[in-house]
């Protein structure tokens, strides 16, 4: 059974960091790309980052030069490094797999390019 598991969220203060996980079961995540989203209360979910099969890494404005994604095959897991985190960064994080034909490259970061969802894990940037 194909299944994603996100964790590390967390209670953290304006400016501090976070690592999110994405831990694979099922399969093995060499040969796939992962998006990670994230969902804020009563807002659609929207996508932050995506890396390859290939390790390039894709990021929306709002979170470049504060967010690193990577991978570890061995560990079967992607990371969503998250610094520098702002209140409008608070939402639950979820990260899925790529549902088109080519699912070693990122598609365009939208929900509807994506499935297999984690449960989530939720960040909250509060003082």
């Known amino acids: 059974q194909v299944q994603l598991v996100e964790s590390g969220g967390g209670l953290v203060e304006p400016g501090g960091s976070l690592r999110l996980s994405c831990t694979a079961s099922?399969?093995?995540?060499?040969?796939?790309?992962i998006g990670w989203f994230r969902q804020a209360p009563g807002k659609e979910r929207e996508g932050v980052s995506c890396?390859?099969?290939?390790?390039?890494?894709y990021y929306v404005d709002s979170v470049k030069g504060r967010f690193t994604i990577s991978r570890d095959n061995a560990k079967n897991t992607v990371y969503l490094q998250a610094n520098s985190l702002k209140p409008e960064d608070t939402a639950v994080y979820y990260c899925?797999?790529?549902?088109?034909?080519?699912?070693?490259?990122?598609?365009?970061?939208?929900?509807?390019?994506?499935?297999?969802w984690g449960q989530g894990t939720q960040v909250t940037v509060s003082s």
């Open positions: 899925g797999t790529p549902v088109g034909r080519f699912p070693y490259l990122c598609p365009h970061l939208e929900s509807s390019e994506y499935g297999s």
């Open positions: 099922g399969f093995t995540l060499d040969n796939w790309s």
């Open positions: 890396i390859t099969a290939y390790n390039e890494g």
